[in-house]
């Protein structure tokens, strides 16, 4: 079957850096996608890879390794904004999404 | 910029009874899906569209059924609901054919089935 894991929930420090683990096995892969969803409000697109390697945005950066079926998001310099679930999300064989639970990351100052 | 509009934000229903929610952007894209939300599970596709006049069955259809008259709007409806269909519901868009293009979502329709 398909599935993806992502811890539940973390908790990290304002100013501190936290990284949001994701892996995946899935039937083909057409790019992973993070998202961030703040409590009570809709997702908002945050990522996407498609290739091996570091993507930067700011200070979100998100990690791909095909052969191993992970990701992760790197946030840097946490601010208490940033408390919110991210959402980890494999497009397939067919170009739909598997989507992970997501992980509710709580900040503390 | 309005983006896309979900109505209503919520609502109560009895069981049995019918419901519609409604859909409508206004970036011209030409995808659009149906996800429900639950606690401890990943977005689930419900239904969605690739363009106006077709429509198609995501991971969990059924009981709910979509139509796509137009490019601005994907109404989602419950013939009779039951309390399982209790969630929160979002619809969103692409401008890319399948959902992995960066989606845009509704700011969602939570539903309680009594």
């Known amino acids: 079957g398909q599935n993806i894991d992502q811890p539940t929930e973390m908790t990290a420090t304002e100013g501190a850096i936290v990284q949001i683990n994701c892996t995946y096995q899935t039937s083909g892969f057409n790019g992973l996608f993070w998202y961030q969803q703040h409590a009570g409000e809709a997702p908002t697109f945050l990522s996407y890879n498609v290739l091996d390697g570091l993507e930067e945005k700011g200070r979100f950066s998100s990690f791909l390794s095909r052969s191993k079926g992970y990701s992760y998001l790197l946030l840097k310099e946490l601010q208490m904004k940033d408390s919110a679930s991210y959402l980890c999300?494999?497009?397939?064989?067919?170009?739909?999404?598997?989507w992970g639970a997501g992980t509710k990351l709580i900040i503390k100052p | 910029t309005a983006g896309i509009t979900q109505a209503p934000t919520s609502q109560i229903l009895a069981a049995g009874r019918s419901m519609t929610l409604r859909c409508t952007q206004d970036?011209?894209?030409?995808?659009m899906y149906w996800y429900r939300q639950d606690l401890g599970l990943g977005l689930r596709l419900i239904h969605y569209?690739?363009?106006?006049?077709?429509?198609g069955k995501g991971e969990v259809p059924d009981g709910y059924s979509v139509s796509r008259a137009n490019t601005d709007d994907f109404p989602l409806t419950l013939a009779s609901a039951v309390p399982s269909q209790t969630s929160v519901y979002f619809c969103a868009s692409s401008d890319s054919t399948g959902e992995t293009g960066e989606l845009f979502f509704g700011e969602g329709s939570r539903l309680t089935v009594l």
């Open positions: 569209s690739n363009t106006a006049g077709t429509t």
């Open positions: 999300a494999v497009g397939d064989s067919n170009y739909q999404l598997i």
């Open positions: 970036m011209r894209h030409n995808a």
